[in-house]
């Protein structure tokens, strides 16, 4: 497992602390952040690149 050092503003500290007191059980800001990029990537990789997507409407 690799180590980042992520800097993000208060307000988004304080957003990402409201989001994990309204889960349930204790939820640490890594676990959440770490699951929030799995949710984004798997969103993403679901959804076709916009360059497939020009070339699919010109086939």
Not at 36 to 49: D, F, H, N, V, Y
Request: charged letters at 35%.
């Amino acid at each position: 497992m690799d180590r980042i050092n992520l800097r993000l503003s208060a307000e988004t500290f304080r957003a990402v602390d409201e989001a994990r007191g309204r889960r349930a059980g204790n939820v640490s800001r890594n676990t959440w952040i770490a699951e929030a990029i799995e949710e984004k990537l798997a969103r993403e990789s679901a959804q076709p690149r916009v360059d497939e997507v020009g070339q699919a409407a010109n086939a």
